[in-house]
């Protein structure tokens, strides 16, 4: 178990509908990366929070927002979802830092429907 | 930028056996490298990683890796497959401008057969 905890387990929504994940980083953690991933696919990068501000951000449109509290948790926020969007959402807590490791969650399994 | 590439999709052997799983860097600078592990709807959990110290890394359940750079290549290693190491394995390197922000090889599902 690595302390990283996200909410729900599974998640079925309609296309078009919005969808909010939940994330709370492993304790001392001060940053909070989303990853997609697709069926059958390494994970993408979607952005990184820092101190609750957005720290880089991948390929993924506006659609796909976040947000980081005071005590480090996230959440991802997707609006209009489409039946692309269906994966696996993972989070990842790490100190900010070129070489430590990231601590990933056991993901929120999104179906689109 | 940096990028890797996982030369093997899937990958099958006997319990007993070594395991070898390749792995390919793409990098303008050393690059920070990792192996995380995957089992069926599971998060994925850190092996190893390589920051510039030892070549040689040694991770959990008996899993190393070599950094030769010469090569580009961190291939993952087991002397002895074991039944339980059936998973799907990321290659791993972090982008540019750090902040741990990960770019990940397509994967290698790993077969271990009695």
């Known amino acids: 178990e690595t302390g990283v905890t996200q909410s729900p387990t599974h998640l079925i929504k309609t296309r078009g509908q919005q969808v909010t994940l939940r994330c709370s980083s492993q304790s001392g953690h001060n940053t909070v990366s989303w990853y997609q991933q697709a069926l059958g696919q390494g994970p993408q990068f979607i952005f990184q929070y820092y101190r609750e501000e957005e720290n880089g951000r991948g390929n993924f449109p506006p659609r796909f927002s976040g947000l980081q509290f005071p005590n480090y948790s996230s959440e991802l926020n997707v609006n209009a979802l489409e039946l692309d969007d269906s994966a696996l959402y993972l989070c990842a807590s790490s100190l900010v830092s070129m070489n430590t490791e990231a601590f990933f969650g056991q993901g929120t399994r999104l179906t689109v429907v | 930028a940096q990028s890797v590439t996982q030369l093997d999709s899937h990958v099958s052997v006997s319990e007993g056996t070594p395991v070898l799983l390749r792995c390919n860097y793409s990098?303008?600078?050393?690059?920070?490298l990792f192996w995380y592990v995957q089992h069926p709807n599971k998060g994925l959990q850190l092996l190893l990683k390589?920051?510039?110290?030892?070549?040689l890394v040694k991770g959990i359940n008996g899993f190393e890796a070599e950094f030769k750079k010469s090569e580009t290549s961190f291939h993952l290693t087991k002397p002895s497959a074991h039944m339980s190491d059936a998973a799907e394995y990321f290659c791993v390197v972090i982008l540019t401008g750090g902040g741990n922000k990960l770019t990940f090889g397509t994967g290698t599902q790993l077969k271990v057969e009695l």
């Open positions: 390589y920051t510039s110290a030892a070549t």
């Open positions: 990098s303008s600078y050393s690059p920070s």
